[in-house]
């Protein structure tokens, strides 16, 4: 048990509806009106049926018959606060190790996503105002942790980016004499004179990597400071003292998490699911459908938004079956997550590339190169796009009632 107070220190900058902070776990709604059918209830054959849990059998016939709602919750919600406890002692007996401290960082934040989604997507079966307490300060903790990985992550993409724009930049060969005369090598001078893209790319590719790797450490770094200090704050104490009593003891309204497991819990599972296909329809499908499509090349953050909330409602569909049926995880359910988290990294890596880009006196060549890899990460964000959609609506574009595919 750590040091501090038996609960969770009280925010005053969060709605009173729940927390809309870094785990993404907010209650705005995000429905289409008038979308078709086929899309709000997702791909054919859907990615989760939540009556149906094992392939269509019986709810009462999987692992919920014969079990109460609040036995499967709290069972749940046990597991996941041991994982965050043990996580907790791995990240300080690390010490100085920092793959065990980056290994144990991910852990800790993976329970604490786990424990605040269920707390949302169960959110009626909950002691309401002690779950959305917690869940707001696992949000708290959840973000600070992401920052630094996300710092790092970020600079070993724009790097790498930067690296294989340039491999492709090679500079047309140059005269090796000079000084004679001749129709050939007024040609060549020509020629030497004439706007070289490829060429400035490769000039200002170096100092924008210098650019980029001075601004992201600085921002890993500032990060790393403050993870250690939200570490040891008492609000974390708190945090961990909340956690550790729900290892042992899960809040549940009884009245309610008392009924039958296979009767209480699939629908607000399939609620959830709800809100991510409802999400997905306000999603332009059919324009992502299409390969080069370019939609995504335009650096306006808004566009970027209903892709991002999709991401979190896909997270809260996944572990809303993990509670139900925690040894069948739905595959396509996690290659769509994959595919948004590369659109989500694909365009803050964008963002940092573009805000390089305004830094004050520049070099042209500088500028340049820049630009250059905003627009390449543009074109991943489109990709990113193009993949979920084939994983959401296998098939052709825009027809999502033919054949389920691989996706």
């Known amino acids: 048990m750590t040091r501090g107070g038996a609960g969770v220190a009280q925010r005053h900058d969060q709605p009173a509806g729940g927390p809309a902070g870094p785990t993404g776990i907010g209650y705005e709604p995000a429905g289409a009106p008038g ?57 300080r007996e690390s010490g100085s190790d920092a793959e065990g401290t980056g290994e144990a960082t991910w852990q800790l934040r993976r ?44 600079r070993e993409r724009l790097m790498t980016a930067l690296a294989r724009l340039t491999g492709r930049a090679e500079r047309a060969d140059r005269p090796a004499r000079g000084a004679a005369t001749g129709r050939g090598d007024r040609t060549a001078v020509a020629k030497a004179a004439e706007p070289d893209p490829e060429g400035a790319l490769a000039a200002g590719a ?46 549940l309204a009884r009245t309610a998490a008392d009924g039958p497991a296979a009767e209480v819990l699939p629908p607000l599972a399939e609620h959830a699911h709800r809100r991510l296909a409802e999400a997905v329809a306000a999603l332009p499908l059919s324009r992502a459908g299409h390969p080069y499509n370019a939609d995504a090349l335009a650096a306006d953050h808004r566009q970027d938004a209903p892709w ?34 590369r659109h989500r990294d694909a365009a803050e890596a964008a963002a940092a590339a573009a805000a390089a880009a305004r830094t004050p006196r520049i070099a042209p060549a500088t500028a340049y190169a820049l630009g250059v890899l905003h627009a390449d990460q543009r074109h991943e964000v489109e990709a990113a796009r193009f993949a979920f959609g084939r994983v959401w609506l296998p098939g052709p574009a825009g027809e999502p009632g033919r054949g389920r595919g691989q996706g």
């Open 206 to 251: 170096a100092r924008a990597g210098a650019l980029l790797d001075r601004q992201l450490t600085l921002a890993r770094t500032r990060a790393h400071s403050t993870a250690l200090q939200a570490l040891g704050s008492s609000r974390f104490h708190a945090l961990a003292d909340s956690v550790a009593v729900l290892a042992s003891e899960a809040p």
């Open 35 to 91: 979308a078709r059918a086929a899309v709000v209830d997702g791909p054919p054959g859907g990615p989760y049926d939540p009556h149906g849990l094992l392939d269509g059998q019986n709810p009462a016939d999987g692992p919920l018959g014969g079990r109460t709602a609040g036995e499967v919750l709290a069972a749940y919600l046990h597991r996941q606060s041991g994982d965050f406890l043990r996580s907790l002692r791995l990240h």
């Open 111 to 154: 329970a604490a996503r786990r424990i605040s989604a269920t707390l949302h997507t169960f959110r009626p079966l909950t002691e309401e105002s002690w779950a959305d307490q917690l869940r707001s300060e696992l949000g708290w903790l959840s973000g600070t942790l992401a920052r630094e990985e996300a710092c790092t992550a970020r």
């Open 308 to 341: 991002h909330q999709a991401r979190m409602l896909v997270r809260l569909s996944r572990y809303a079956q993990e509670v139900l049926v925690p040894e069948q995880g739905d595959p396509r359910l996690v290659e769509a997550s994959r595919a948004l988290e």
